[in-house]
């Protein structure tokens, strides 16, 4: 697929999935959230699970080794 404002689908896909947790929040309404949610607040949704997914890194050319966590920190559920 060709790229649409210079980025490629891949791209495309992760810049989608960072848009779609995005949002403002008040200090006092984050740390309600943090004390009485089992979920993490959004910006930690997105920053927490795309340095764990290599091709994450891939589609942006980052340089693996900097970008994902060290392998014996990473999660694989598959």
């Given at each position: 697929?060709?790229?649409i404002d210079g980025f490629t689908p891949e791209?495309?896909?992760f810049?989608?999935?960072g848009q779609a947790w995005?949002?403002?929040s008040r200090p006092e309404r984050?740390?309600?959230l943090l004390l009485t949610d089992t979920h993490s607040l959004p910006r930690y949704r997105v920053k927490?699970?795309?340095v764990q997914i290599p091709e994450f890194a891939?589609?942006?050319s980052c340089d693996v080794k900097q970008a994902l966590l060290p392998?014996?920190?990473?999660t694989n559920i598959w």
């Open positions: 697929a060709p790229a791209q495309r896909f810049i989608a999935f995005r949002g403002k984050e740390r309600e927490g699970s795309l891939r589609a942006f392998e014996d920190q990473r």
